[in-house]
């Protein structure tokens, strides 16, 4: 992996950028998409970040692989670390039945009410509880990608057949996280290849881990 090349894909400008055009997703959403139809929600926001301006949400295609992970496992409870405008969440509610309930944290106070605002607009807001704070505060002692990980194992948060997806493992890159849970005897690890969001040029992928 190129860390230079890498860097100079996801510069701090090109994310103040997309954090700045966070209100201007919003009024795209509400001005555009059908109220309650979960799946013109996510496709206006796919449209968006193809048309208008990039952001980093998991996409409409690493979200296919998304989609089929929870079609497989239909996990009862699901642990997200990291709301941002609340599509991921869409995606996962999208696939799974009424009375299941989606945890997500985000430690942006404007990140989560826009996702919060998005999720009433699409009528599943009393199906995800958005966590406003920072991860180590929710979970003592938790910072980083890693670090969050193995705080959860720790804790017991992660049993025999849990399933971890992890996006973005390649832009921006996560190699420590991968070192860790391919090597790990209590897992297997698959990497599912893609382009990075709403982009043809940049190789990007997602690793799902299922502990054993």
Known sequence: ?????????????????????????????????????IQNIIDTIDRYGWTK????????????????????????????????LGYSALRIISQLPDDILLITIEADSQSAEIARTILEYAGVINRVKIINDYTENVIPNLNAYLRDFKMLEDIGLIKSKTMIVADNVIRPGVPNYLEYVRNNPNYTSTFYPGKIEYREDLDDGIEISIRK
């Not at 409409?60 to 709301?83: H, M």
């Open 53 to 84: 301006h990039w952001l980093m949400n998991i996409g409409d295609r690493k979200g296919e692989i998304l989609d089929q992970a929870i079609q497989i496992r239909k996990p009862k409870t699901i642990l997200e670390l990291g709301t941002f």
């Open 1 to 37: 992996m190129n860390l230079t090349k890498v860097t100079e894909d996801f510069s701090s400008a090109l994310m103040e950028k997309m954090l700045a055009s966070r209100l201007d997703l919003k009024d795209y959403v509400l001005q555009n998409a059908r109220q309650g139809d």
